[in-house]
């Protein structure tokens, strides 16, 4: 059982706006940072959202991160079959002092 | 920009200590403001966060393995490393080596290490 709770699974069609969901508690999404992680599968996970809106150099700005309480969510626009993959939510928990994933949403591009 | 590659045992018999080192290369593991950690993969699910180390030398563990986990880091070899013990088959997992500078988006992943625990 993930301390952060993100949907197993979701699903888009190129050209698609879809989004992910992570929610977790007060000790975790609420007081620290959220990032956000693609993994293509059989490769390294690649950090694609960072102090929860931030993109790194090289991601697309058709990612976008945003926060709220103890909830966060990742949105990408455009869809495309390129982006199917396994995506992670991530966070520093206080209680735990230790860093929290979600236990990943895999993304079909249909 | 930073390479990271881990090396170490494939194969790990139960009840044994699993050991892996994570080689540095194309900058100073003592660089200022950065972290170094270890996650693993088990096959078919979620990523888990082992544990990481500070380049103060501060480290923070998982307390689900706490009792069993060492991360140490040797500068002289730019190497960092992890140490479990007491492996069980619930440890079999691709196990990755990274490094992130705190804040700002860089970070450096390695390639990942299957580790199979099995007499």
């Known amino acids: 059982q993930s301390v952060l709770t993100q949907p197993p699974s979701a699903s888009g069609t190129p050209g698609q706006r879809v989004t992910i969901s992570c929610s977790g508690s007060s000790s975790n999404i609420g007081r620290n940072y959220l990032y956000w992680y693609q993994q293509v599968p059989g490769t390294t996970p690649k950090l694609l959202i960072y102090?929860?809106?931030q993109r790194p150099s090289g991601v697309p700005d058709r990612f976008s991160g945003s926060k709220s309480g103890t909830s966060a969510s990742l949105a990408i626009s455009g869809l495309r079959s390129e982006d199917e993959a396994d995506y992670y939510c991530a966070a520093w928990d206080d209680s735990l002092s230790g860093q929290v994933f979600g236990g990943g949403t895999k993304l079909t591009v249909l | 920009q930073l390479q990271l590659q881990e090396s170490g045992p494939g194969l790990v018999k139960p009840s044994e200590t699993l050991s892996l080192t994570c080689t540095v290369s194309?900058?100073?593991?003592?660089?200022?403001?950065?972290?170094w950690g270890w996650l693993r993969q088990p096959p078919g699910k979620g990523l888990e966060w082992i544990g990481s180390i500070s380049y103060s030398g501060t480290t923070y563990y998982n307390p689900s393995l706490k009792s069993r986990v060492t991360i140490s880091v040797d500068t002289s070899k730019n190497q960092f490393s992890l140490k479990l013990s007491s492996v069980t088959a619930a440890d079999t997992a691709v196990y990755y080596c990274?490094?992130?500078?705190?804040?700002?988006?860089?970070?450096?992943w390695g390639q990942g290490t299957l580790v199979t625990v099995s007499s």
């Open positions: 102090r929860n809106n």
């Open positions: 990274m490094g992130a500078a705190a804040g700002t988006g860089v970070d450096y």
């Open positions: 194309g900058g100073s593991i003592s660089s200022s403001g950065y972290y």
